[in-house]
């Protein structure tokens, strides 16, 4: 809904990542006063690639984590540059940079301190600096409107601020707090256990024994860095049907092994699958996900983390009682994610200014039930309730601000990618025309008629 009046607020924005960069330069677009704040010393968030891991809760259980990044170092974009980067702002082949098409880590980083140099978003950054406390404060406290007090710890000289907001956004990203199983005996295990949130390198598993939990990304990559350092590496999925190309690397490697679930951990280094099988392991790597955690954030239990749920949240970014007052930027997973951050900046800068509003309350929370509902009448699990994968949910959360659809050459890429994956797991990256080329198929009339094998058209 549109509305007349226009205002500027004071906005606290917690994280210096991808989704509170663009969330900064859409919130100062729209005449809003920024204060963003980061706890490392640069922007990036995760994409601030951290080798130093010492120290650090190998199992990555404590309140809050030394490490934000959770990247290791031969980490590579999943998907073509074509596709990532906000709207204004193309993630172009630089010389003398990365110029691959599905770059590694370093180049993204590149690529969000460009945006933030090209945008002036630094003068708006506190760096180094730790959001300990956000609260609100109601009308009665503060003469008129709901307010945050936002408590913040300069991580070198300690010292401790309070300043009150008119408004907060939560841009705290959503790959940093480990999700571990729950496993029999893995508090007496005496081994070395780690989450994949501490893993950089390969080297330190020189004729170890290993065993992966967990067969998604980052599961295979680190199983596949590990083949030749490692003495064995057992790989433990939830099920045996396994996609084409993960099943040819095992056959291509003799010491990669597919197990099913681990059942239980024992003393003596054993390590015992679900169908009876086992292996006696000096390290056990937990590539099991990560969970949303917000241990600043007191909304008095009117927000909450329930199984990796985060709500109630009307659209994965409003909570219906403190919007949009309170907000967060960059909850959903399986989407486009920095278009998807650009869209939920532009509406969140436009409600604060009073340009739109959102429905009633009850219309919110109705709108939420009947989400959850669906999700649980499809089977879905849970903590899988941000896992979006549908571009037409995107296209119609961008019709709030009028954000450009999908074009359809980029659905085509992104499901093409994710097609060669499934079979050329090792090599997919590597196997597309050079950047030119790429660029004049995907402008030819013939590639959107290309409906039935656009794979064709793109790899070689």
Request: proline residues 5%.
């Amino acid at each position: 809904m549109l509305s007349e009046r226009k205002q500027s607020k004071y906005v606290c924005v917690i994280g210096a990542g991808p989704s509170g960069l663009v969330t900064t330069r859409e919130l100062r677009k729209e005449g809003h006063c920024v204060v963003m704040m980061e706890q490392n010393h640069d922007v990036g968030g995760q994409w601030l690639y951290d080798p130093n891991v010492e120290g650090e809760d190998p199992l990555g259980r404590s309140k809050f984590l030394k490490v934000h990044s959770s990247i290791y170092a031969s980490l590579r974009l999943a998907s073509p540059r074509e596709i990532v980067g906000f709207s204004d702002f193309p993630f172009v082949v630089k010389k003398g940079r990365d110029t691959r098409r599905f770059p590694g880590h370093r180049e993204l980083l590149w690529y969000l301190e460009d945006f933030c140099e090209w945008f002036g978003l630094r003068e708006t950054i506190r760096f180094n600096t730790k959001v300990e406390y956000v609260g609100m404060l109601d009308s009665d406290e503060v003469g008129g409107g709901l307010k945050w007090v936002v408590r913040s710890r300069d991580v070198k000289s300690e010292k401790v601020v309070e300043e009150l907001f008119d408004a907060v956004v939560v841009a705290t990203g959503q790959y940093s707090h480990p999700r571990l199983p729950s496993i029999k005996g893995m508090e007496a295990w005496k081994r070395k256990q780690m989450h994949s949130h501490i893993y950089r390198v390969p080297h330190p598993f020189h004729n170890e024994v290993v065993v992966v939990v967990g067969n998604a990304a980052s599961g295979q990559d680190i199983s596949i860095e590990l083949v030749d350092v490692a003495k064995e590496i057992h790989l433990s999925a939830k099920s045996l049907d396994i996609s084409e190309g993960l099943s040819r690397i095992i056959s291509k490697h003799h010491n990669l092994h597919l197990h099913l679930q681990i059942e239980s951990l024992h003393e003596d280094g054993r390590v015992v699958f679900v169908d009876g099988s086992w292996v006696v392991a000096d390290t056990i790597i937990y590539c099991t996900g990560y969970s949303y955690s917000f241990p600043f954030l007191d909304t008095k239990g009117i927000v909450a983390v329930d199984d990796d749920r985060v709500g109630p949240l009307y659209e994965h970014t409003f909570p219906p009682s403190l919007a949009p007052s309170l907000s967060f930027v960059g909850i959903p997973r399986k989407i486009l994610g920095f278009p998807f951050f650009e869209s939920q900046a532009m509406w969140i800068a436009q409600l604060l200014s009073g340009r739109k509003t959102l429905p009633s309350f009850h219309d919110m929370m109705r709108s939420i039930e009947d989400f959850y509902q669906s999700r649980d009448a499809a089977g879905i699990p849970k903590h899988q309730t941000h896992d979006i994968a549908d571009f037409e949910y995107f296209d119609k959360y961008g019709d709030n601000v009028g954000f450009p659809h999908t074009e359809e050459w980029r659905k085509k890429l992104l499901l093409s990618t994710v097609g060669n994956a499934q079979v050329n797991l090792e090599t997919y990256r590597d196997s597309w025309y050079d950047h030119e080329l790429l660029q004049v198929v995907l402008q030819s009339p013939l590639f959107t008629q290309s409906l039935q094998s656009p794979s064709q058209h793109l790899t070689v």
